[in-house]
Nanobody, 126 residues
Framework: QEVLTESGGGLVQTGGSLRLSCSAS????????MAWFRQAPGQEREFVAG????????LYADSVKDRFTVSRDYAENTLDLQMSSLKPEDTAVYYC???????????????????WGQGTQVTVSS
């Protein structure tokens, strides 16, 4: 069964950096668009960053633009999120997501993704 597994979360101080990684099992994820979402307690899951299957279209949420960088490694079948200048409001569970539908277009909607990881906690202390 194809599975997404996130890693790299943890506790960091304001202004610090973390690198999240999503490992995708199965060859089909190489043809999937992939994205990072996050969900803080009591809030809806929100789009953070995404990349299409080719890798030539990348989108970021305004709240993370110029601080976060998303990238994918087709050989390793991974999706990474480099996070810098972290703020307390970045505290959330971060999820990796993928979809083979319309894979050339990065979607911001939760419903556009059919495969999800279990999530990894990121906590930014003030």
């Amino acid at each position: 069964q194809e599975v997404l597994t996130e890693s790299g979360g943890g506790l960091v101080q304001t202004g610090g950096s973390l690198r999240l990684s999503c490992s995708a099992s199965g060859r089909t994820f190489r043809r999937a668009k992939m994205a990072w979402f996050r969900q803080a307690p009591g809030q809806e899951r929100e789009f953070v960053a995404g990349i299409n299957w080719i890798g030539n279209s990348i989108l970021y949420a305004d709240s993370v633009k110029d601080r976060f960088t998303v990238s994918r490694d087709y050989a390793e079948n991974t999706l990474d999120l480099q996070m810098s200048s972290l703020k307390p409001e970045d505290t959330a569970v971060y999820y990796c997501a993928a979809s083979l539908i319309n894979a050339d277009v990065v979607d911001l909607a939760v419903g556009a993704y059919s495969r999800w990881g279990q999530g990894t906690q990121v906590t930014v202390s003030s």
